[in-house]
């Protein structure tokens, strides 16, 4: 073997490890799943932290049993992240849907998460709703 010879096969050695280790990162990367279990917890926990402050005074019954959807819809639109879209379903004690008009903000698309939240308001007479808020981060 000459000896000019001796640095080409060393540049072409290095040339397919890098290769390979390239090739082997882009096809872990392809199998392994995404990793939006931390998205969805950090978005079930501001979707229920929404839902208690509104329900921390009592604001969030008054605004049910008054059905002012558009008032509880600006308050959510407050309380949560600017990149999430929402969709709020109210039920009675009977599992009847209350909400007349939908309170959302948006489709949901993508990895949705609910949060149910129990919701007492006391007055005249005692009722219990059911609220389901749904969420989804929007890209």
């Given at each position: 073997m000459r000896w000019?010879?001796?640095g080409q096969i060393r540049?072409?050695?290095?040339?397919l490890s890098a290769l390979l280790i390239f090739s082997a990162l882009a096809i872990s990367a392809a199998l392994s799943p995404p990793a939006t279990g931390g998205t969805n917890k950090a978005l079930t926990a501001q979707g229920m932290q929404a839902l208690v402050q509104l329900d921390s005074d009592g604001g969030l019954g008054e605004m049910i049993g008054a059905r002012n959807w558009t008032a509880l819809s600006s308050a959510?639109?407050?309380l949560l992240?600017?990149?999430a879209a929402y969709n709020l379903t109210?039920?009675?004690?009977?599992m009847q849907q209350v909400t007349s008009s939908p309170v959302s903000n948006g489709d949901l698309v993508g990895n949705v998460v609910a949060v149910d939240y129990?919701?007492?308001?006391?007055g005249l007479q005692f009722r219990v709703y059911?609220?389901?808020?749904?969420?989804?981060v929007v890209r």
């Open positions: 000019g010879k001796r540049v072409m050695e290095a040339f959510l639109q407050l992240p600017v990149g109210v039920y009675d004690d009977n129990l919701c007492a308001v006391q059911l609220l389901r808020l749904q969420l989804a």
